[in-house]
């Protein structure tokens, strides 16, 4: 697959508040990433990855700078086109998982397209796609389950079937291991490696240097700003390791 | 996403909330039934009271007696007011006339045999009685105008009356005591019913004349003399009517010797009554209208309150859907369609029992009722727009939600 770049961000900031109450979240961030790169953002609380995260996935908009996504400026776009952006564009992964309550896990993964305006997929090819990518997830017996009779592991592998499901370009995921105990924290882990290995563009926000040390890089911030990019190399080794003793 | 989805998905909503739905629409289904059976009682009401009018026969004129109280105390049997002989002034004088009928009631005691029934109606006629009130004789006869000029003590039964006095026996000849003096019974009325308050089956009927000599007390007789309240004309062309009516009010004004417009009696017709009944009884269908829309308002607050309820609850789950690409619109939608359907679900309930409320009353009450199609249609759209009204501010308040803030609500 030919590389190309998904995030270009030039000095992106946000600002909150106004006149002497004003407060920079983020102050002047440039990064770049490309297809198929699987980045972590850290940093202490207040150091502004939750405001990146946000803008990077196009939540928000920032206060100045650009952020070019696959080839699109989508800097000042409104909150229409944003949200057409989110769906065809982005996956997300939350921390708290983020599911419909009472609701399968087939409808919650096929939730992204009630709002794809795509009028070719019928119900049944609806149905199918979502089908597949629980089966993907490993979920395949479980797609007529609803979040309340699945364990966190298996809501957060609803959650990234349903983040999958729209096939994006960049999938974002915020403490995607935050809310589950180490051994479904590491199923997870694997389950976004081989997405991964298979070409996905991952970026994650995660506090912890464990989890951190599964991507390629990790953008540390601090007060808003950069403070290092750190490459993860040396540590594909360790995750292979983990991997081959299972 | 098109119509048919929006409309799943918000049935799927309210149906995860079974309870809180139904006690939403509640107030929709009140308020739509209320209106429904609301119009239905006064929509019967209505037809009764036509009918009513109606039966008491067609092409009927009525001449009533302009009583002011001063004339009659102080000026006795000489000023204002109908009298006796002007019923037969109308039906020798003008043409068109078919019949004439002056009426006097009383109560009085009434014995045959062994039978003894008190506080019996009393109706003294003239001949033309059957003809002009539409009443029909099963048996005998009525009496004719030679016998009310001689006070002949002749009765005609009503027909329950016949069977409760004289059982199976034929009552024709036999002999009645009505007060303390004797009548022979000359004819029996065939069944009529109750028109209105009055059962026709129930009364007796006898010469006018007899009624004004023996059974008006005296001390009212006094005053009273040869008056009249009422004169029944009827007339034997509808076309005719307009012109019988000028006839009599001129013939009145010279026998009473005053100007028209200054008249001691005024005449109707049987479409005047109707017509001031249909005003009152429209006046008071639009109040309660009026009183069952309210309550129809009631309920949209209702639908909103809950509403509101239900985006503060949800607005997580607006969160989601904004985060994989609903924009405001959808949300918007997704909102006011779950406040539509729950006033149309309710409208729909709601004109159900109206409708079946309506029909209930009517078979097991005495009071008659009269579905309006206009009224299920204007109660069943009112809930539309309800509906649409007060969904709009809270579908509007889950539209504007920041995806940020509504992910990150507990």
């Known amino acids: ?246 | 996403m098109n119509s048919s989805e929006v409309i799943r998905i918000a049935w799927g909503a309210l149906l995860k909330n079974k309870v809180r739905s139904l006690l939403t629409m509640l107030g929709i289904i009140i308020g739509v039934a209320a209106v429904i059976i609301m119009i239905a009682i006064s929509a019967g009401t209505e037809a009764t009271i036509s009918e009513q009018i109606t039966s008491l026969g067609s092409n009927l004129v009525f001449v009533t007696s302009n009583f002011s109280r001063g004339g009659m105390g102080g000026g006795g049997g000489q000023t204002g007011g109908l009298v006796y002989d002007d019923a037969f002034a109308i039906a020798d004088e003008i043409d068109g006339v078919k019949g004439v009928v002056v009426e006097q009631s009383s109560t009085q005691t009434v014995k045959a045999g062994n039978v003894t029934l008190d506080g019996v109606s009393i109706l003294g006629s003239t001949p033309d009685f059957p003809s002009v009130r539409d009443m029909e004789l099963e048996d005998g006869r009525y009496f004719n105008q030679s016998e009310v000029d001689r006070k002949q003590k002749m009765v005609v039964l009503g027909h329950s009356l016949a069977q409760e006095l004289f059982g199976d026996s034929d009552p024709i000849g036999q002999q009645v005591t009505v007060g303390t003096t004797r009548f022979v019974v000359i004819g029996v009325m065939a069944e009529k019913g109750l028109v209105g308050d009055v059962d026709y089956d129930a009364r007796l009927y006898m010469p006018i004349t007899v009624v004004l000599q023996k059974f008006t007390p005296t001390q009212f007789a006094k005053i009273v003399g040869d008056r009249v309240r009422m004169i029944y004309v009827e007339v034997d062309d509808q076309d005719n009517l307009e012109d019988v009516i000028f006839q009599i009010e001129v013939l009145l004004a010279k026998r009473h010797d005053v100007a028209l417009d200054e008249a001691d009696f005024t005449v109707t017709t049987q479409q005047d009554i109707i017509g001031t009944q249909e005003a009152t009884t429209a006046a008071f269908r639009s109040l309660l209208a009026w009183v069952a829309g309210v309550s129809l308002i009631v309920g949209g607050i209702g639908i909103m309150n809950i509403m509101l309820v239900s985006v503060t609850e949800r607005t997580r789950e607006i969160g989601i859907r904004q985060s994989v690409g609903a924009t405001p619109n959808d949300i918007r939608w997704q909102f006011l369609t779950e406040a539509l359907l729950l006033s149309l679900v309710g409208g729909l309930i709601g004109t159900f029992i109206g409708v079946g409320g309506s029909w209930l009353f009517g078979t097991v009450s005495d009071m008659r009722t009269v579905i309006v199609p206009t009224s299920v249609v204007v109660a069943f759209g009112s809930a539309a727009i309800v509906g649409a009204f007060f969904g709009f501010y809270p579908a509007n308040k889950a539209a504007e939600l920041d995806p940020i803030e509504a992910l990150r609500h507990e």
């Not at chain 1, 650009?66 to 564009?89: F, M, P």
């Not at chain 1, 994006?168 to 995921?173: Q, S």
């Open chain 1, 1 to 246: 697959m030919a590389r190309r770049t998904i995030i270009e961000t030039i000095d992106l900031t946000k600002i909150y508040g106004m006149g002497d109450a004003r407060v920079a979240a983020l102050d002047g961030v440039s990064i770049h990433i490309e297809t198929g790169e699987f980045v972590a953002i850290m940093g202490p609380s207040g150091s502004g990855k939750s405001t990146l995260m946000n803008i990077l996935g196009c939540l928000s908009r920032p206060t100045g700078g650009r952020y070019i996504l696959d080839g699109e400026d989508v800097s000042d776009l409104d909150k229409v086109q944003l949200a057409a952006i989110r769906n065809r564009k982005i996956g997300y992964i939350f921390q708290s998982y983020n599911l419909l309550p009472r609701t399968t896990a087939l409808q919650n993964v096929m939730l992204p397209l009630q709002y794809d305006r795509i009028k070719e997929r019928t119900a049944e090819k609806r149905v199918a796609l979502a089908a597949k990518m629980l089966k993907k997830v490993g979920l395949a017996e479980r797609i007529q389950h609803q979040p309340q009779e699945l364990s966190g592991g298996q809501q957060q592998r609803v959650a990234i079937a349903r983040a999958l499901i729209n096939d994006p370009v960049l999938i974002m995921a915020d403490e995607p291991t935050g809310n589950l105990d180490s051994k479904s924290g590491d199923e997870i882990m694997n389950l976004l490696h081989e997405l991964h290995q298979q070409g996905a563009t991952i970026v994650m926000v995660t506090h912890d240097p464990e989890i951190a040390s599964y991507t390629q890089r990790t953008i540390h911030l601090r007060d808003g700003k950069i403070e290092k990019i750190v490459h993860n190399g040396a540590n594909e080794h360790k995750r292979a390791e983990k991997r081959s003793e299972k």
